[in-house]
């Protein structure tokens, strides 16, 4: 996505609104950067906008000069950096925080997947209690049908309140394999997203650190974790690789 034709043009019109914006320089900060490509990508359009890319990774070789770098966890660094007028970009960020998941059982309940503690395969544990949770489910994600999968997303959603949090103006985009609660209703993700990737292809999902355990994110119920948003569109990313489930949510802020 970060070499897609559609990223540029999109950031430069949310710049622009930005701009509209008043007040001092504009910033386009990536969160979880990776290898900065997208960062890459801008400053070779010789912007005069201020490039930040924070990620878990120590700033990549070559990367350009005129593109900062913040090594941290950007839910931490969110709460230190505040008053940003620009765009806030999180690509591929959110599917990668942990979040809880459950499988229905016969009985119509929905019970914690866990780790098994020799194997580190996923199992499917004790009933789910906590409150805030199945008001999540009971909200976003009915779980209806015996033996269905869900992911609670409100780990995603407290990460995305921080990060827009540091918007005084301008716009927040996440780009990430993602739903909305009608396709959920439907039943499209009946069995679930949790999945493993291992260099790029898709593998069982272990938890013994020999691949990426990711899930798609609830984008809608993102977007209403940021009640500042005076503006809020949900699209299908169009040049996803491979025809994949990427959703993109833009917000803008004043």
Known sequence: IAGSAEILPLIRELLAFAGDCGGGPLTVIDVGSGAGGLLARLAMTGTNTRLIGIDLRP???????????????????????R??????VAHEFLDDIPCAAVEVDEDGCPRLIRVDTSSRRLVVGEPLE?????AWLDRWWPVTRPFMRAEIGRSRDAAWALITGMLDGGAALVIDYGHTRPERLAGTWDGGTLVGYHEGRVVTPVADGSCNLTAHVAIDSVAEAAP???????????SAPGRADFVSLVQTFT
């Open 83 to 88: 008053g940003i007028r620009g765009v806030v």
């Open 130 to 134: 906590d409150p805030a949770d199945l």
């Open 59 to 81: 700033r990549p070789a070559g990367l350009d000069t005129a593109i900062e770098w913040i090594t941290g966890d950007a839910r931490v660094l969110a709460g230190e950096i």
């Open 228 to 238: 500042r948003a005076q503006s809020t569109r949900i699209d299908h990313w169009s």
